[in-house]
């Protein structure tokens, strides 16, 4: 047993637990998300979350505020051989402000103890912030706990040796990896879509570089009813995200140091089907 004063533990698990979560936060506390690769386009907001607007919705329908619930259809692509990960599924969730804890234990209990119809990433809920029916936003996702899957501590000595090819591993283990299994969705529902997501983020999680763990959604909201609204392609004032997020600049057409080649084949801009 721990010897405890205060309720902190001395010593066993309590401290390797906590020594294990301080590496973790640290780890990703330095990470720099300007480090990652700008896509043309893009509004890079300062958590790291990449935002493109791709079509504006309907001005006489409100737009999604914290608290609202809202209707979306989405697909998604992995950068990590720019994968589809299937084709449109449906959404609702309640749109949730950011937790003020930013680990990945802080955000995973945050997002299981409310009473969203579904949880869905932290991503979605800055990134769809003042989206109207029938608007479309692209967002890019990077691996980051406050920002995409729940990381998971390595819970076995063969779940270290899950490397590629025996390769020693480029991230430290204590950082855990991202889990597909903690209820935070949205998840594919395509099994081949499900199973390659699985491989780039948790089978490969210390193999392959953190940029290319970043996933791209394409996220369209519906009307309350699940319906698709019309839209508009012309951007107003009103519903910019420049305005949105308060930011004046897009990412420039070489900050991405030529990263952004595969979107190059994915469906135009806001088309449909």
Known sequence: RALTLGGIALFGGTVKASAAQFEMDEFWNNIDVKSFPQYPGYITLNSGLQVREDRVGLSATPVAAYGDIINVRWRAWTV???RSLGTWQKCTFILSPPADDLSPSGILNEMQDSDSLEQVIPAWH??????R???VRR????????LSYPYVPLDSDSDRKLT???MTPIYPLSVGRQSLLQGVGPVPADPK???FLESVIVGNAFTIKLADRSVLWEVERLTDSGARAPW???RGSEDSIEGIYQLRSRNSSGADGGASWWTLTLPPQ????
């Open 139 to 146: 967002l890019l996702v990077p691996p980051l706990p406050k």
């Open 80 to 82: 990590h051989q720019g």
């Open 232 to 234: 508009f392609i012309s």
């Open 126 to 131: 800055e990134g769809l912030r003042g989206l």
């Open 133 to 135: 029916a029938g608007g």
């Open 164 to 166: 590629k090819m025996g």
């Open 193 to 195: 879509g499900f199973a």
């Open 270 to 273: 806001g088309e449909g089907d």
